[in-house]
């Protein structure tokens, strides 16, 4: 049987270039590069590379499947989370300090970079990427309970497997929410992307559901398999979940992301 895939050979050409330049620049262990047609769930390309001992780079793992701890990437999820329960709002201020560090609950929280500014929008916390700011969004919405996190990020599909159209789909890990002692400081973890772990499929689907405007797409690979010529299955986009949340926090969570580009 010809299995006819969703992959445009261009698009990989030119993500597999690109991918292969950025691990040369950076010398990373390794690297994945996925694009997704954003109103299917599309596979266009997915480019995967290693380092071998000798510094070359090799297609040796599907990396885009491997589930690792997703640092800021996963702040989307925070503040997704933190406008739909509703606890803050987008332009809410949020003093994160000039120190780069502050205690927040019982964990001391330090950013990657000093903040532009003392106080922050909840935007900017975003388009600055302090962990200092979204640790204080994620304090605020669910210190009280902390197990409440994962029911967003459940909502978000970041707890269960990639419903991929591929074998050997590893499900994600997450720190307890629920053990008395421990759930705060993991929550915390949790907001800025530490103590859990998730595939950048995973991410990836999060984020095309914004691009999407709230709609969340099934990532898939195959598009038919025929037998001489003849198709005896045809696969079409699915949607996943109508609405991830609210409209007015999809707007808010886009127009974050943009200013993640023009300021952040």
């Given at each position: ?7 445009d ?9 690109a ?69 803050s ?61 994962k ?15 591929l074998?050997?789909v ?33 991410t ?30 045809e696969?079409q ?28």
């Amino acid at each position: 049987k010809d299995i006819f895939t969703t992959i445009d050979v261009n698009i990989q050409d030119i993500t597999q270039t690109a991918l292969m330049r950025m691990m040369q620049q950076c010398e990373g262990p390794y690297g994945t590069a996925i694009v997704m047609e954003t109103s299917t769930g599309k596979i266009k390309a997915m480019a995967n590379l290693g380092r071998r001992p000798d510094g070359s780079y090799w297609e040796d793992d599907n990396y885009a499947l491997r589930a690792t701890e997703p640092g800021s990437t996963i702040k989307l999820a925070t503040l997704l989370s933190v406008l739909e329960k509703g606890s803050s709002r987008i332009d809410d201020l949020v003093e994160v300090g000039g120190a780069g560090r502050a205690q927040v609950g019982t964990k001391i929280v330090t950013d990657a970079e000093r903040s532009p500014r003392a106080i922050l929008t909840v935007k900017d916390c975003f388009a600055h990427s302090s962990n200092v700011g979204m640790s204080k969004l994620a304090y605020k919405a669910f210190a009280q309970r902390p197990a409440e996190l994962k029911e967003y990020l459940h909502r978000f599909r970041l707890d269960t497997r990639s419903p991929i159209d591929l074998s050997n789909v590893p499900k994600p890990t997450m720190a307890p929410l629920d053990q008395k002692g421990s759930a705060e400081g993991n929550m915390l973890w949790m907001s800025f992307g530490y103590g859990l772990q998730v595939s950048p499929l995973h991410t990836l689907t999060l984020y095309n559901a914004i691009a999407n405007n709230g709609r969340m797409m099934k990532p898939y690979l195959v598009s038919s398999v025929q037998t001489n010529g003849i198709i005896s299955k045809e696969f079409q986009p699915t949607v996943i979940e109508e609405n991830i949340c609210k409209p007015e926090v999809v707007k808010a969570a886009q127009s974050a992301m943009e200013a993640t580009v023009s300021d952040g």
